[in-house]
T-cell receptor, first 111, second 114 residues
Framework: DQQVKQNSPSLSVQEGRISILNCDYT??????FLWYKKYPAEGPTFLISISSIKDKNEDGRFTVFLNKSAKHLSLHIVPSQPGDSAVYFC??????????FGQGTRLTINP | EAGVAQSPRYKIIEKRQSVAFWCNPI?????LYWYQQILGQGPKLLIQ????????DSQLPKDRFSAERLKGVDSTLKIQPAKLEDSAVYLC????????????FGQGTRLTVV
């Protein structure tokens, strides 16, 4: 049972443009959402998070949007830079308990 | 601040052998996670500790996998006997307290079972 889904395995974006990564979840108990970035041969690193009491959180070039009614969140990166090329994981938590990850989206920024 | 330390970085074993991974979380972090990441997939939670107690081990194959967190600090994950399908990266992560706080990951241990 895949509770967190990232339906796009890969995404290619031109440098300077906006990258939009999407994530859907099924468990209505999830109340905290995170995005992680992963480079090859490294562990995932935290990027940005959002609580279910908000619908938007911004940190520099990164913005996460949450649509609770649709059980959907998205990560916007603008402008996209070559160093943003990585695998991005969406994760969700139901409070004090486990952190569930999606399958990941490989983002490639083309010069 | 030192990050999450894991060892070894790489391990190659034959099927039916045993293997152990070690994790040292960030000092003061109460929650420790072990994840299994198979190539092309997202990390799958194997076990979650809160201090030295198990919070969730519902996806841990208990017939071959075991984990412990002595004194609520370091943790070891063991596989005995290993199967070919256990080939994956094993990630350890820690957080201050539970899922609503950022989890910090180690570099992982890449296990290859031949």
């Amino acid at each position: 049972d895949q509770q967190v889904k990232q339906n796009s395995p890969s995404l290619s974006v031109q440098e300077g443009r906006i990258s939009i990564l999407n994530c859907d979840y099924t468990n209505s108990m999830f109340d905290y959402f995170l995005w992680y970035k992963k480079y090859p041969a490294e562990g995932p690193t935290f990027l940005i998070s959002i609580s279910s009491i908000k619908d938007k959180n911004e940190d520099g070039r990164f913005t996460v949007f949450l649509n609770k009614s649709a059980k959907h969140l998205s990560l916007h990166i603008v402008p996209s830079q070559p160093g943003d090329s990585a695998v991005y994981f969406c994760a969700a938590s139901d409070g004090a308990q486990k952190l569930v990850f999606g399958q990941g989206t490989r983002l490639t920024i083309n010069p | 601040e030192a990050g999450v330390a894991q060892s070894p970085r790489y391990k190659i074993i034959e099927k039916r052998q045993s293997v152990a991974f070690w994790c040292n979380p960030i000092s003061g972090h109460a929650t420790l996670y072990w994840y299994q990441q198979i190539l092309g997939q997202g990390p799958k939670l194997l076990i979650q500790f809160q201090n030295n107690g198990v919070v969730d081990d519902s996806q841990l194959p208990k017939d071959r996998f075991s984990a412990e967190r002595l004194k609520g600090v370091d943790s070891t994950l063991k596989i005995q006997p290993a199967k070919l399908e256990d080939s994956a990266v094993y990630l350890c992560a820690s957080s201050v307290w539970g899922g609503n706080t950022e989890a910090f990951f180690g570099q992982g241990t890449r296990l290859t079972v031949v």
